[in-house]
C-alpha cells in the first residue's frame, strides 16, 4: 500500500559496512514504487522470547527480520510524535518528513528506499 511505511532491515552494527540484510525485501512494487520506504536495524535484535517455557535458557533471544526493524521505525515516530504534538492525525506529513531526514547508506534506492531514518534531523526540520 502506497500509504504505508514499508521497512527493510540492515546489520544493527555497521549498516554502512554490510548495507541491506540478505532476508530484507526489495523493490521495486508492481507499480514501480521504490520500496521499502526506509531501512532499520533488523539482524541479531534482543527480542523477548515469547514462546519461553519454564528450563528455556532465558526469557530474551536474538533475532533478524525486518519484523524487528520495523518497531525501530515505530519507535521512532512515537517519539516524534510525543515532542512535535503538532503532527498527531498528520500521517501523510509525519511519512513525508520521515522520508525527507533519511541517511543514504549508499545502497540501490530499490533496496534501502530512502536509507536509515534520523529523529535527530526529524526534530530539527520542522
Not at 559496512?17 to 525485501?25: A, D, M, Q, T
Not at 508492481?30 to 532499520?40: I, Q, T, W
Not at 535458557?57 to 525486518?66: D, I, V
Request: charged share 25%.
Amino acid at each position: 500500500l502506497e500509504e504505508c511505511i514499508a521497512v527493510g532491515a540492515v546489520n544493527a552494527d555497521r549498516p554502512h559496512l554490510y548495507g541491506i540484510s540478505p532476508f530484507s525485501s526489495r523493490g521495486p512494487t508492481a507499480d514501480g514504487r521504490a520500496k521499502p520506504d526506509v531501512v532499520a536495524p533488523g539482524e541479531r535484535i534482543l527480542s523477548c522470547n515469547s514462546h519461553w517455557r519454564s528450563g528455556d535458557a532465558g526469557h530474551y533471544l536474538f533475532e533478524s527480520g525486518t519484523s524487528m526493524a520495523a518497531p525501530h521505525v515505530s519507535g521512532l515516530l512515537a517519539a516524534f510524535l510525543s515532542v512535535r504534538r503538532e503532527f498527531r492525525g498528520r500521517p501523510d506529513e509525519v511519512k513525508r518528513i520521515l522520508l525527507d531526514c533519511c541517511i543514504d547508506l549508499g545502497r540501490d534506492r530499490y533496496h534501502q528506499g530512502r536509507g536509515m531514518p534520523n529523529l535527530m534531523q526529524m526534530l530539527l526540520s520542522v
